[in-house]
């Protein structure tokens, strides 16, 4: 046995300083720690998901003032322009947060006045969260998360998306008809049938076989249609669509790997999904084409009802949202084109497609009279009488003419000098008109 003495006499050479065993030691132990690590995110191995949970929820107790859900403003009225001979007629639909972080869909009117509002809890419709949500995801305090997608269908029922949680239906006094345990978002759009078409997504913490170089951590975009009573009638992979159609290259499309394509993540960002509808002209698309947008990879496609490939439209616009049927040969979308991180010289687009000619055509750009910028999320709506309504995501609506006259804008002031986050703004059909309301609140008993 050594002494204490002899020990450290073995470990330190005349001069005092550490010999090489343990340097080398130290140095492969390092050296060790940095590769693991590298691979641990790369791969997902423990403790990858463990360290990103923790550090997800320091950051929300840390900065519990950072939501990113309400911004300055110098705006002052809620609606800044309103010329009734230009406008559509109609009362409009908004999906924002309220000042005080709850999620609304009101019924406003073009003076801004609120005619009905559903005020949407999670607590309220999931006092027990599902099983399938991570502890990090579960909302526990306002916002927690927010609606991106919501219809009023005919009989006054609202279906909307918490945000990558669920999917929910309300009555129009906002009880509730039923909610779905599925990660939907983004988009809910009503078919002929009254089904509900939405984007969803399954999230994968292992690894599949039979796609392989996709790594663990990684979301399986999904279509899913739904009966009005929440029954799930069509569930259909994106990865599946477009293997099926030998269209696989695209899952691999963002790797940034040398010697193999590997991939992860929301690889795709599903944002939209939509149905041919009998109400329009067929053409080059018919009814039953469904069309879905993937904004990561900058492109839009639509099958037919045999879910073959039909259309492709990629590259000609930046993590573009909403792309909407216009008519039978024509597809418009909202170019989010968010190419300059200087809001002040950016200005988002919404295109026009004719798939027969090929011909590309921006029916609206931002300019300095009417500014016009979304870097994220967005959506737009042609109205009866030929103008455009957009909806920016941070509090901002507007109408324009054909002409890019400025008809309407209105914004989500939730307090003086806030803003509140707006995901969407409709104007609704005829039949929503304030007498419809008014009788709702009736039958409700609200005030």
């Known amino acids: 046995m050594y002494s204490e003495m002899e020990v450290d006499a073995r470990w330190k050479n005349a001069n005092g300083s550490i010999q090489p065993p343990l340097v080398m030691f130290i140095v492969s132990l390092m050296l060790f720690s940095m590769v693991y690590g590298f691979f641990a995110n790369r791969y997902n191995w423990f403790p990858a998901s463990v360290i990103n949970n923790a550090v997800f929820a320091f950051h929300q107790i840390s900065n519990p003032d950072s939501d990113w859900t309400i911004t300055g403003t110098d705006k002052t009225e809620l609606v800044t322009v309103a010329k009734a001979d230009l406008m559509a007629p109609g009362l409009t639909k908004i999906v924002n947060v309220e000042a005080d972080r709850s999620l609304a ?32 995801e579960i909302p526990k305090e306002r916002p927690g998360t927010h609606i991106h997608g919501a219809q009023i269908l005919a009989n006054g029922d609202l279906v909307f998306n918490f945000e990558h949680l669920s999917l929910v239906s309300l009555d129009p006094c906002g009880n509730l008809n039923w909610k779905l345990p599925y990660r939907t978002h983004h988009s809910v759009f009503i078919d002929d049938d009254e089904n509900i078409w939405v984007s969803a997504q399954r999230d994968h913490e292992a690894p599949i076989p039979e796609l392989p170089l996709i790594q663990p951590g990684f979301i399986e975009p999904v279509l899913l249609k739904v009966s009005p009573q929440g029954e799930i009638l069509l569930e259909k992979s994106v990865f599946d669509l477009l293997i099926d159609n030998r269209l696989q290259g695209a899952l691999y499309a963002n790797s940034i790997e040398n010697d193999f394509p590997y991939v992860k993540g929301d690889m795709f960002h599903l944002n939209d999904v939509e149905v041919f509808t009998g109400d329009k002209k067929e053409g080059f698309f018919k009814k039953g084409d469904v069309m879905i947008s993937l904004r990561n990879i900058n492109t839009v496609f639509v099958f037919n009802s045999d879910w073959e490939i039909k259309y492709q439209m990629s590259y000609e616009f930046v993590r573009q949202h909403d792309p909407d049927f216009f008519d039978g040969n024509t597809i418009t979308l909202f170019d989010n084109n968010n190419v300059d991180s200087d809001a002040k010289k950016s200005h988002s687009r919404i295109l026009g497609k004719n798939a027969i000619s090929g011909e590309t055509r921006v029916l609206f750009k931002g300019n300095r009279e009417v500014p016009f910028y979304s870097n994220i999320m967005g959506k737009h709506q ?7 309504l957009i909806n920016e995501w941070m509090g901002r609506a507007i109408e324009v003419t054909p002409g890019g006259e ?4 209105y914004n989500t002031i939730v307090s003086p000098g806030k803003l509140g986050l707006t995901e969407e703004a409709e104007r609704l059909p005829q039949q929503f008109n304030e007498e419809y309301f008014k009788n709702i609140k009736e039958e409700c008993g609200k005030p």
């Open 105 to 136: 869909v009101k019924v406003i009117n073009s003076g801004g006045e609120v005619l009905h509002r559903w005020k949407i809890e999670w607590q309220d419709i999931w006092p027990q969260s599902p099983d399938y949500l991570k502890e990090p």
């Open 382 to 388: 042609w109205l009866p009488n030929g103008n455009l």
């Open 406 to 409: 400025l008809a309407w804008e």
